[in-house]
Each structure stands twice: as C-alpha cells, then as structure tokens.
C-alpha cells in the first residue's frame, strides 16, 4: 500500500456512517500546531480569536512543544530549535478552548522519552485529551476522544519522517506513534496495520 491509499483507507474508516448518528452537525475547527513556550497575557486578536473558537464543538491542534516536569531529560537537539515549556502554558489552550491534541510529531522527543511522559501527564492533568504519544507504543496509537454537544470525535495521530533516534514509541519505551517508510517511502506494513486498527476502534466509540 503507498501513502496515497493509506490515507485513503484511513479517511475510508474514519468518516463511514457509525451505528448512531449525532444530534447535528459537528463544528470542527482545526488549527495548525501550537509551538507555545510561554504562557502569555493579553495580545492583540485574542479576545475575538477565543470567542470565534467558542462556537465550534471540537477545536484541535498539533502540540510541538514538550511540557517540562520531574522526568524530562537532558535536550536531544540543539537549544536553538529546542521547543519546551512549563505547564502554565496549556491554560492558554484550554482559554481558547483547545479540546483535543495531537502530540506525533518532531518535536515530542526534544527532552527524551522523560518529556514523553511528563507532556502525556500534563495534559491529562490539565483535562486535555491527547494521542500521539505515550508511555509505550500501545498508549501512543490508542484514539483520544473529545466530547461535545453533537457527538464524540475520535482522533488517532501519527508521524512520519524526521523522528529522531529513540523518539519511536516501542512495547517498552515511551515515544511517538511512528508510520515508518522504507527507502522507497513506502509504509510498512505493520504499521500501517496498527493505525488502521486504532481508526478503526475510534469509528466504533466516536461519530466522527
């Protein structure tokens, strides 16, 4: 299977019509990744920018910052291109209402598999449902799911290319959901059977 057709079964499984359908339509806002490293006051735009959101069901983003705790461990990449932050910064996702996150991406691994953890425990202290990373590879490609007025929405997430040495999640070790490629970009074919599964499994819990 190339990329082309594994999206395509992706999306197959992820938008067929489940056994129930939900009350209205769902508003989905989906923004790009949030690369926060200070929890900032006011700023220009931002009153209206919360508002806006707030008229949607569901908001997502790609999380590319690590959040710093007791785990973290030594930086895998210069300070230069380095993303962390303290905690504090997630209340500014919550105040834009920020409901469901990705955390698959090259930045997850900046502070070790201890920034895995200390991210995933973040946000789940801070009632931010995520995926994408995790305590091992079964918790990284498991579906997150946000709640909402129309219907729950699943998310699976995943990387592919530019994860760094040991930033892949294993049975063993904390890391991202990776879709890993050949030398000819090909997926390979057990993971490509894992995150099918896990679209899969959110289609069977979630309306969208």
Same mark, same amino acid.
């Given at each position: ?30 923004? $790009?990744?949030? %690369? ?5 006051? /006011?700023?220009?735009?931002?009153? +209206?920018? &919360? *508002?806006? @959101? ?79 990373? $995790?305590?091992? %590879? ?5 579906? /997150?799911?946000?709640?909402?007025? +129309?219907? &729950? *929405?699943? @998310? ?53």
């Amino acid at each position: 299977m190339d990329r082309r057709g594994f999206l395509a079964a992706g999306a197959a499984l992820a938008l067929a019509s489940p056994a129930t359908g939900r009350p209205r339509p769902l508003r989905l806002s989906l923004l $790009g990744q949030a %690369l926060i490293e200070h929890a900032p006051g /006011a700023w220009p735009g931002r009153e +209206a920018l &919360a *508002v806006r @959101l707030a008229r949607g069901d569901v908001v997502f983003t790609n999380l590319e910052t690590v959040i710093q705790g007791l785990n973290a461990g030594a930086p895998t990449r210069e300070l230069l291109t380095l993303h962390a932050a303290q905690p504090e910064v997630l209340s500014t996702l919550r105040s834009l209402h920020l409901g469901l996150i990705a955390t698959a991406n090259n930045h997850a691994f900046d502070l070790g598999p201890g920034g895995i953890r200390d991210t995933v425990d973040a946000l789940r202290a801070a009632g931010l449902p995520s995926t994408g990373s $995790g305590a091992d %590879l079964a918790a990284a490609s498991a579906p /997150a799911y946000a709640s909402s007025a +129309a219907g &729950a *929405v699943g @998310l699976v997430a995943f990387a592919t290319g530019k994860v760094r040495p040991g930033g892949a999640a294993t049975a063993d070790r904390p890391g991202v959901n990776e879709l890993r490629r050949d030398a000819a970009g090909q997926p390979f074919a057990e993971d490509v059977e894992r995150i099918l599964h896990a679209i899969a499994a959110a289609r069977r819990q979630a309306q969208v």
